[in-house]
Structures are given as structure tokens and as C-alpha cells.
């Protein structure tokens, strides 16, 4: 998506910027070349941290649903209260709204005096790449006795197998799980309750977490 920008107005661009805005304006040049660099695959956000009340100047490819003239993150927060708080926090794990995983990175900026004025976040949607890693691990995979082969059959199954089993569906049609259509979701899910999965606690909340449907329809996928 294209970014957003405020509009400075007549006062701001009536005689020279100062030092602070002048920096963060030329931050905004990064953000959204970084953004368009990734398209659909990284969130770019620039913060003001002088005004964190409305400290989103820039946002690339929107996948929070934040907007510009949004409020301040808590790590923004914390940079204000705190000069000596980390520059760089980065790789760490978070969740987008809609719950999907992504993996951030924020970068603060400090002025010449010291003081943080703005923060540079990146939030790479890592549930768009989990497809694609499971594709190729099946694509570089030598191992092929017994494949196809039921040498058992799994009950109790945790999460970490259902999840997995899950994104490998999707996987194999190169979309996440969210995004499979109608019908290979009802063909998921029965699959699911075949497999034994259904007996395990909380299975198909954690199936409509993870399809992106409701616990209803689960149930009524599974008959």
C-alpha cells in the first residue's frame, strides 16, 4: 500500500525546519522505501515520539490496520520515559490484530541532545513464509520409505502437530490457512477429526484460530 503522510500545513512549511523534523523527515524516506522494497510482506510504521499521542507518520503495506495520527507503541513509550532504553530491539516475536504471527524489529532514532524522536518498526508476517517453508522442506526432502505408508495413528495430538498438519495443507496449495478456499478447509478439518484430532482439548477452537473461522463452522465442517 502506498504510504500516508500528514499534511505539514502552511505553518510547517513556512521558514526552516528545525533540526528534530528535519530528521524525522528524511526518516520517512527510508520507511517507505523499505516498505515498497517488501510489499505484502512487511509492515513498515514510522513513530514521531515527540507527539505520541499521534506518532504514526508513515505507514507501509498496513497489516496492523493502524492508521496515520495513531498513538505511540509501548516500546515508543518507553523510549520516551528512558534515553538509555535499547536503540535496537531486534527479531522479536509479536501477533498482528487478526492474531497472525510476525516477527519486529524496531529501531529508535535520537537527536543530536540524546532524546529519542522517532522510532523505525518493521513487522515481517511470518505466517505468509511458514507455507513456503514447509514447501520446500518437503521439496529437499530425501527420505521416501514409507512415505504414504500409515504406520500409526496419533491421538491426543498437541498443538505444535496440529498447527503443523494444518500449514502443510495449505502448503501444498501455496496459500496460508487462512487463505484456503471453502472446500479444502471443510476437507481439512475432516481430515482432522479422521485423524484423531478432535479428541484433543480445545482442538477446534485452536483449527478456527488457525482457519480463520469460527468454532461453529468447524463443527459443521466436521460432520
Not at 527479531?91 to 524489529?105: E, I, L, Q, V, W
Request: aromatic residues 4%; hydrophobic residues 35%.
Amino acid at each position: 500500500m502506498p504510504s500516508r503522510q500528514p499534511d505539514p500545513g502552511p505553518a510547517a512549511s513556512a521558514g526552516p525546519l528545525d533540526a528534530d523534523e528535519h530528521l524525522i523527515r528524511e526518516a520517512e524516506k527510508i520507511a517507505t522505501a523499505v516498505g515498497r522494497t517488501l510489499p505484502g510482506l512487511c509492515e513498515v510504521v514510522l513513530h514521531d515520539l515527540r507527539n505520541p499521542d499521534h506518532a504514526i507518520r508513515v505507514i507501509e503495506n498496513n497489516l496492523s490496520g493502524r492508521q496515520v495520527g495513531d498513538s505511540a507503541t509501548e516500546l515508543g513509550l518507553a523510549r520516551i520515559s528512558d534515553p538509555e532504553y535499547p536503540s535496537v530491539i531486534q527479531n522479536y516475536a509479536n501477533h498482528f490484530p487478526d492474531g497472525r504471527p510476525a516477527k519486529s524489529t524496531s529501531i529508535g532514532i535520537k537527536n543530536a541532545s540524546g532524546d529519542y524522536i522517532a522510532a523505525l518498526c518493521l513487522n515481517l508476517d511470518v505466517s505468509v513464509l511458514s507455507p513456503l517453508t514447509l514447501t520446500l522442506a518437503n521439496l529437499v526432502a530425501t527420505e521416501t520409505e514409507h512415505r504414504g505408508e500409515p504406520l500409526e495413528t496419533l491421538r491426543n495430538r498437541n498443538y505444535r502437530e496440529l498447527r503443523q498438519v494444518v500449514e502443510s495443507h495449505a502448503a501444498e496449495r501455496a496459500v496460508s490457512p487462512r487463505a484456503l478456499p471453502r472446500e479444502a478447509k471443510r476437507e481439512l478439518v475432516r481430515r482432522l477429526r479422521e485423524d484423531g484430532f478432535f479428541e484433543s482439548r480445545d482442538a477446534a477452537q485452536v483449527i478456527a484460530d488457525l482457519l480463520g473461522i469460527s468454532r461453529a463452522t468447524v463443527y459443521n465442517y466436521a460432520k
